[in-house]
């Protein structure tokens, strides 16, 4: 079943806020067999699969990692809310509208949530970790016509995408020293951590226009950086 279906029963039931022993007592199976199956050591079955998402108000894709909506929903380009009116107007090209659909609602959500924490160091190292990832991306896309002019630009490219790279882990480890609670001199604290309580739940109902674009982008950064089941070479 993979574990995919470990991790997110046993998310399910903290976000919940129950112990695995009730859990177990209302799924109808004893704590022992449940800790196994949310660690992923035994597989369920079909019967107990639908009780969970019953139970948790999910749908059995959402269950398997099949999907990242809660109901098992597949997310097309007309489900997102509209970000450009232009988009309205380019059609054609499904893949770049959707990608850009998907980025800009995910920014709105996670920018909504940065003001929330009270801390403008951590807005401002977002921010310039944003603007740094579109710069490379920009320079390397205006780099692909050898007729395009550098003089646009101070720095020549291997340069300018080397200090971004470091640049940007500046930006994280400042963040990092913010959210940690000890942010490094000069940065501003990050005081409204209990407005952030974070959830598949709480962002559904927060916010759902964006929610179903946060966890697409989710699922879909997770498979590209997550090498432990890719066969080797």
């Known amino acids: 079943m993979g574990s995919d279906f470990a991790r997110i029963l046993t998310l399910l039931r903290k976000e919940k806020g129950i112990s695995q022993k009730n859990a177990a ?6 704590q022992a067999l ?3 199956y949310e660690k992923g050591i035994r597989e369920c079955g079909l019967a107990f699969l639908v009780r969970c998402a019953d139970y948790y108000d999910v749908s059995c894709d959402y269950l398997l990692g099949r999907s990242p909506d809660r109901q098992g929903a597949t997310l097309t380009v007309e489900d997102i809310p509209e970000t450009d009116p232009a988009d309205r107007e380019n059609r054609g090209s499904v893949l770049p509208v959707l990608s850009k ?13 940065l003001a929330k924490s009270g801390s403008k160091s951590l807005i401002t190292e977002t921010s310039a970790y944003l603007m740094l990832s579109l710069y490379k ?8 016509n050898p007729k395009n002019q550098e003089a646009m630009f101070s720095l020549p490219l291997n340069t300018a995408l080397d200090y971004a790279d470091a640049a940007m882990h500046i930006c994280q480890a400042n963040a990092s020293s913010i959210v940690r609670g000890s942010p490094l001199p000069g940065l501003e604290p990050a005081q409204g951590a209990n407005e952030l309580n974070i959830s598949t739940e709480t962002l559904s109902t927060a916010y ?8 697409n982008l989710i699922q879909s950064c997770e498979k590209r950086i997550d090498f432990r089941n890719k066969s080797k070479p």
């Open 25 to 30: 007592a209302e799924l109808g199976i004893s």
């Open 137 to 144: 991306m920009f320079r390397l896309v205006y780099a692909s």
């Open 208 to 215: 759902p226009m964006w929610a179903s674009s946060i966890f």
């Open 101 to 113: 659909k998907l980025l800009a609602n995910s920014q709105s959500l996670l920018f909504d949530l």
């Open 34 to 36: 449940l800790s196994h």
